[in-house]
C-alpha cells in the first residue's frame, strides 16, 4: 500500500482494520486530551489547585464528549450495541473507569510524588488511552 492510499484511509471513510482505528483513536484521543488538558489548565489557572480533582473531573468530562463523538462518527466502523441510549451508557461506564484511574494517577503524581500537574496528567492519560481503547474495542466495536 503506498504512503498515499494509507493516508486516506487512515483520513477518511470507515475503516474495519484495528491498525487504522488505533491510529484513528490516537488521533482522537489526542483531540481530546488536548481538550481535557485545556480545560484543565484553565480551570486550574483561573481558581487555583485547591480543587484540582474536582477540575480534572469536569475536563475529564469535556475530554469523554469528544473521543464519543469521534469513535461514533469518525474512528469504529461497527458498532456492537445498536441501542444508542444502551451504547453512551456502556461508554460512560468505561470513561467513568477511565476517570477513576485518572484520579488515581493523579493523586499519587501531583500529590505524592509532586509532580507538576500538566506532568502528571500527561503519565495518566495514557494509561488510561489504553483502557480505553481496549474496553471500548472489545464491548462497543468489536467486529462481528
Known amino acids: 500500500m503506498s504512503i498515499k492510499a ?11 482494520d ?3 482505528q488505533l491510529l484513528r483513536y490516537g488521533v482522537s484521543g489526542l483531540t ?12 486550574t489557572e483561573v481558581f487555583g489547585e485547591r480543587l484540582l480533582l474536582v477540575w480534572t473531573a469536569i475536563a ?3 475530554g469523554l464528549l469528544v473521543t464519543y463523538l469521534m ?14 441510549a444502551t451504547e453512551l451508557a456502556i461508554f460512560i461506564v468505561i470513561g467513568l473507569i477511565g476517570l477513576a484511574l485518572t484520579e488515581l494517577l493523579m493523586w499519587v503524581f501531583a500529590r505524592k510524588l ?10 495518566s492519560a495514557t494509561t488510561v488511552f489504553i483502557w480505553n481503547f ?8 468489536r467486529n462481528k
Do not use: P
Open 60 to 62: 475529564f468530562a469535556c
Open 32 to 43: 481530546a486530551a488536548a481538550v481535557d488538558m485545556g480545560v484543565l489548565a484553565l480551570l
Open 18 to 20: 484495528v491498525k487504522i
Open 114 to 123: 509532586e509532580w507538576h500537574y500538566l506532568i502528571a496528567k500527561m503519565a
Open 71 to 84: 469513535s461514533i462518527h469518525w474512528v469504529f466502523s461497527n458498532r456492537s450495541v445498536h441501542n444508542q
Open 134 to 141: 481496549t474496553a471500548k474495542k472489545l464491548l462497543l466495536f
Open 6 to 16: 494509507f493516508l486516506t484511509n487512515l483520513f477518511t471513510g470507515q475503516s474495519s
